[in-house]
């Protein structure tokens, strides 16, 4: 016999389970997508395969686009039913296949930002295989794309399995400009409606967020905007949707911003240095 509380407890999750996978789909459809499509992309690095011919390629790419056009088709679905939305579901994949060359471009120039950028880095290679920055990067301009063609949920399961794999957070509906590089990025934070031009690097704890999170808010720009050139430095917070870095400036480690920044500034955190007297250093205690 259940007691009260119990029966509440087993109902609640009977009723508050999540659409069966039959239906949108679940977590691990994501993760499927982008293993299968950067199989073929980035062939030798994220997959043993070799292609021999561009006739392969072809062939792959569109075998690739039907099977998601089936497996993607709850998302559709569900849009229709929850907001009244008709996902033309086989216009958005034909639509992805044919920017996939110009999404191809930008990603191997976010490569090879992160080679220029990072003395560590012996070649693009290297970045290719092992740079989280890169990867989410490259999961992002994906994601972005799906999410501009209305496709609900899907994208932001997209950006999670970056999120996931390197610990940078980028939103979806984030637009981000050519030769993007990310060094180190664990902890980096790009919101929603943040916009950052071309040739713009960030490091590890970089937050560009909203100074307020008012669901009102949700349709306004709430999150800065990065001009073309600009560095941010780790641990830097830039917030709000009227505030613009200006491009070619510096943003120094640790710096909070809420207001816009004149092209080719440099903003640091003061350090200051202060000499210990005799009296001090006689105090302490250095026993180990």
């Known amino acids: ?50 292609f021999t011919s561009k006739d392969q390629i072809i062939d792959q790419l569109e075998l690739f686009r039907i099977r998601w056009k089936n497996l993607l088709e709850p998302y559709s679905a569900y849009a229709d039913r929850e907001f009244g939305r008709i996902i033309p579901l086989d216009d958005i994949l034909h639509n992805f296949i044919a920017k996939l060359p110009g999404l191809y471009q930008w990603m191997w120039e976010d490569a090879e930002a992160a080679f220029l950028g990072d003395p560590a880095a012996e070649s693009i290679h290297e970045v290719v295989l092992a740079y989280s ?40 509906g984030a637009e981000i400009g050519r030769a993007f590089f990310m060094d180190h990025g664990t902890g980096i934070v790009i919101g929603e409606t943040t916009r950052i031009a071309d040739n713009v690097k960030i490091y590890q704890g970089v937050t560009l967020g909203a100074l307020s999170v008012n669901k009102s808010l949700a349709k306004q720009k709430r999150h800065p905007s990065i001009e073309e050139g600009v560095v941010i430095y780790a641990g830097g917070t830039i917030l709000g949707g009227e505030t613009v870095i200006g491009k070619q400036s510096i943003i120094g480690g640790n710096a909070w911003i809420t207001q816009s920044i004149p092209p080719y500034s440099v903003v640091y955190q003061k350090s200051e240095v202060r000499v210990r007297s005799a009296n001090e250093i006689q105090g302490l205690d250095f026993t180990i």
């Open 133 to 172: 920055g890169f990867y989410a990067g490259a999961v992002h301009r994906v994601a972005n794309y799906f999410f501009k063609s209305d496709l609900p949920i899907f994208p932001k399961l997209l950006s999670r399995v970056a999120h996931e794999a390197t610990g940078i957070d980028i939103h979806p």
């Open 1 to 50: 016999m259940l007691s009260n509380g119990q029966d509440e407890f087993y109902s609640s999750i009977l009723g508050r389970q999540s659409i069966p996978e039959t239906v949108v789909g679940g977590k691990q459809v994501a993760s499927r997508f982008l293993e299968e499509l950067f199989s073929i992309l980035f062939s030798g690095y994220h997959s043993e395969r070799n």
